[in-house]
């Protein structure tokens, strides 16, 4: 596997990959658009940290791209809805970094109220001032929090430990979260108003893109000091310039920047102010961080080159690790009955139904739905489908996808339906279970059955009465092929029978055929399970 990788990422942690005989690893820095472009064509995993964009452009010259792993937590420098319809997974490293964010958080905003930088500047210039870098304490004042995450909460701990009174303010997160770290859950407003300190910690995202603008830095109290180490576009740069100008801002620290390297005159203005304590993206630059976040992510390719689960795939929706071993069986099996049932289909899917019933139904079943639907349309489009691109490649089809869950059963204690509708409203079902971990069918639109899919069957209905199995047990042994298993399912004596037949090799059309006229079948398919390993959630075991 050929890896390149675009940014500084610590070599300790490259060394997992390095050390594999399948990689080959092209370290590549400094690269202009152009020079990447051209270069990622050869590559299967980029790996990136913020210094890179990988944008439309580069996905689309990434012909081979199978992986972008940020070896960081922000995902804002990857354009991750347009890799995830190119079936690209990506990967990042959300917790390496986490504190040495929190600590430089807390550095800039000392450094900010007591002068640090700026008396350090002072006195290496030969000066001797002390009255004018008299600063401020921590203790006793209101904090605020935007962003009550993994970096806000250990920023918030950690004011708590300057004895500042913490607020916070998180739409997403329980309020049970709030309470255990000690701080009191606000809205954005009521930060803005009450705080004397403003630090966020949110994603930069279309909601947090300039969420503190004018309309924020009115409700502000004067003399309110502002940090952002979070992203640079999340605090408005024009707004913040003119606050601090203006003295209503007293002092703030940035670490992060709408361009980075800053460029345009209004970032150069901002970062030359006295009030103002800058640092170039350095929140995670610790050599703890960097180690941590290129070790998870150089174990991301491994699990990728191992076909393992994926631990921090952003568009994967995948199962918590610890309940994986559990919910692998159930993967394996509705990969088995979308490989079945698609072959039962002849038609366009419009619809496609997942229903769980039993103890399946008390956990997030997304995981399997999107493993089945990848099953199912990776044989009817040309495109690779995987759990990344297979909701998106079925909304672009117009298919509808419906999943149910009900923890209510009858026979079985888990029991997965999946319904394919296809055009005229021609509906296939098909109801399988597991026995002893092995996925097994149990039944066929309204027939009970109860087999296991192998590699070769034979499929029919046809009017049931006497003498049919004999007729096809000595058309299979005129040809040479032998059943290995058959499987009858009647709704009624006589009335229309179902038959699945497992079989040691491929049945040839002509013998189908025969098989057919012979019999008077009413519908009659050869089916084939794929045995080739299956690439497509890189969990089942498939
Ligand atoms: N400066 C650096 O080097 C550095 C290092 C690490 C992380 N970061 C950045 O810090 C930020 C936080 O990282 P994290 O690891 O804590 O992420 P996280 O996902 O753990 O936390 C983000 C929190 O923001 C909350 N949030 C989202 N939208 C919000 C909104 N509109 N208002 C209030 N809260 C909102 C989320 O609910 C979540 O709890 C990210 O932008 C990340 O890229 C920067
Ligand atoms: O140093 C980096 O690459 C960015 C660090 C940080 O902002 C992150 O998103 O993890």
Known sequence: MKIIVTDEVASEGLALLKQDPRVEMDVRLGLSKEELLKAIGDYEVIITRSGTTVDRDVLDAGKKLKMVARAGVGIDNVDVEYASSRGVIVVNAPFGNTNSAAE???????????????????????????????????????????????????????????????LACDPYIAAKRAHDLGVKLVTHDEIYKNCDIITVHTPLNDETMGMIGDREFGLMKSGVIILNVARGGVIGEAPLLANLKSGKIALAAVDVWSEEPPKTDLLKELISQDKLVVTPHLGANTFEAQVNVAVDVSKEVLNYLDEQPLENAVNIPRFDLALMDQMRPFLNLMSTMCDFGIQLVDTNISKVSFSFFGSIAHYDCTPITVCGLAALLNKVVEQDVNMVNASLI?????????????????????????????????????????????????????????????????????????????????????????????????????????????????VPPVVVEEIKKATEATFIKALHMPTAKCNRCRSCGN
């Open 104 to 166: 430089h958080t807390m550095a800039l905003l000392l450094s900010a109220c007591r002068n640090v930088t700026v008396a350090n500047a002072s006195l290496k210039k030969g000066e001797w001032k002390r009255a004018p870098f008299t600063g401020v304490e921590l203790k006793g004042k209101t904090a605020g929090v935007i962003g009550l995450g993994k970096v806000g909460g250990r920023v918030a701990t950690r004011l708590k430990a300057f004895e500042c009174e913490v």
């Open 394 to 506: 079925a909304e672009q089809m117009g298919i509808a996808v419906e999943e149910s869950k009900s923890t209510q059963t009858d026979a079985f204690s888990n029991l997965i339906t999946l319904v394919l509708e296809g055009e005229g409203g021609k509906r296939r079902l098909i109801s399988g279970t597991l026995f002893e971990g092995i996925p097994r069918i149990v039944r066929l639109r309204d027939y009970t059955m109860d087999f296991t899919p192998e590699e070769h069957m034979l499929l029919m209905h046809y009017a049931d009465r006497p003498g049919m199995i004999g007729k096809i047990g000595t058309i299979m042994g005129q040809h040479e092929i032998n059943i290995a298993s058959m499987n009858l399912g009647r709704s009624e004596k006589k009335g229309e029978a179902m038959v699945i037949l497992s079989i040691d090799s491929a």
